[in-house]
């Protein structure tokens, strides 16, 4: 019985220490990890729709209410620049072969795709997470409508070696497109 | 002079990967790139060195019977500094590392050198221990990587938290992606132990041969 005590107040008082040193360093750092993963949205946001300044969230419900039961939509964003509405940006999830893939899809007014950006994945190294590299990510801006890879008749490039991929992320852009163009009313 | 000894031994004698095998897990996931072998390795190292130093200290205040939650605690206490020191200041390093900087909690080498050695011996041998182990960690990592990193991209010391793409060995397309997976990682391992063994193998052959013992025999 004693024993349980003394080894209660041991572990306590070793825990203690250790939740406080904890709390320390993460008042320190927290404020600088947030910054940065702002940061990073910003940037990545002003990739997919370079025409827009300002980004206002949509909100939740009104989002599940456009998505109207797509599954895999994450987030929207509502561009504007000094010229008034520039666009609209989805973030969305689909499959790939190695799992989901999280991407940034932007939109302009006219339902022009205006860029996207792979936030994350988990594809084969070297063969399908080439999906986030420029190459295959550029082509997207300009295109509209439903688009397909070229193997399946359609406009996008695919990966090499990566077809399975490559369908997953054109699938994710054609439903944020989907999402972006109920949004701005086209 | 012993706890030059301790510190020595790490390095290579007692290589926590190539001799002890411990840790295969964050080595075969981190040892794919220089830098992310270099990153993991001074992590790890930093959670060693704490650890092996608190524990140490505290080796007469923590019982016997609860030492390895205490151990836990002191250890996962170390990794939480390290995570969040590291996606503050070194955020792309910390995003490929990802569930490896956590999962340092649970890499053997801390909880075996805790255990096996900071709980029965001086501060200043286990400190020297820790660095030792965690240098002899990082160098394994860095040896493992120079050798997959060309291989699986073509590109050598690629490091986008300093902004420096790598130096280009041979084309991308050249490249052999399956040496960056685990698998890879464990042929490597393989080529490289065989390496290790058949030099200290021929090094003790000569040392025989020249002081006139029998030769051994072929194996």
Redesign the interface.
């Known amino acids: 019985m004693r024993?349980i005590v003394?080894?209660g107040i041991?572990?306590t008082l070793?825990?203690a220490v250790?939740g406080a040193?904890?709390a320390l360093?993460?008042s320190k750092?927290?404020v600088?990890?947030e910054a940065?993963q702002q940061q990073?949205a910003m940037k990545a946001m002003a990739i997919v729709l370079p025409k827009a300044t300002d980004f206002v969230k949509v909100e939740d419900a009104e989002l599940a209410g456009v998505a109207s039961g797509q599954t895999g939509v994450l987030e929207a964003y509502l561009g504007s620049s000094a010229e008034g509405a520039a666009g609209a940006i989805v973030k969305v999830q689909s499959n790939g072969y190695g799992g989901a893939i999280t991407m940034l899809v932007g939109m302009d007014t006219e339902g022009i795709c205006q860029g996207v950006q792979i936030l994350s994945q988990t594809e084969?190294?070297?063969?399908g997470s080439k999906i986030t590299d420029e190459a295959f990510t550029g082509q997207f801006a300009g295109m509209s409508g439903t688009l397909a890879i070229k193997k399946m008749g359609g406009q996008v490039d695919q990966v090499s070696g990566a077809t399975i991929s490559s369908r997953g992320a054109v699938a994710g852009v054609n439903k944020a497109l989907d999402v972006a163009k109920a949004l701005l009313g086209l | 002079m012993s706890a030059l000894n301790e510190f020595k031994k790490g390095l290579w004698a007692e290589s926590p990967v190539f001799v002890l095998l411990l840790g295969m897990c964050p080595t075969m996931a981190t040892s794919t790139t220089v830098m992310n072998g270099l990153g993991m390795g001074i992590a790890a190292t930093f959670v060693l060195l704490g650890s092996n130093l608190f524990v140490s200290l505290l080796r007469k205040v923590i019982p016997d019977k609860i030492r390895i939650p205490c151990f836990i605690v002191v250890i996962a206490t170390f990794v939480t500094i390290v995570d969040l020191m590291m996606s503050a200041y070194l955020p792309d390093l910390h995003k490929v590392l990802g569930v490896f900087v956590p999962l340092i909690v649970v890499n053997c080498i801390i909880l075996a050198r805790a255990e096996a050695f900071a709980y029965k011996n001086n501060v200043l041998n286990s400190v020297m221990d820790g660095l030792g182990m965690g240098i002899g960690f990082t160098l394994a990592l860095i040896i493992l990587a120079t050798i997959r990193e060309p291989i699986a991209t073509g590109r050598i010391l690629n490091a986008p938290d300093f902004g420096f793409g790598g130096l280009a060995l041979f084309p991308a397309k050249f490249a052999a992606g399956l040496i960056s997976q685990p698998v890879g990682g464990f042929m490597t391992l393989g080529f490289v132990l065989a390496a290790i063994n058949g030099l200290a193998n021929r090094k003790k052959m000569r040392q025989d041969a020249a002081c006139g013992c029998p030769a051994p025999k072929e194996v």
């Open positions: 024993d003394r080894y041991i572990l070793i825990c250790s040193s904890l360093v993460y750092t927290s600088i990890i940065r990073a084969t190294a070297g063969l």
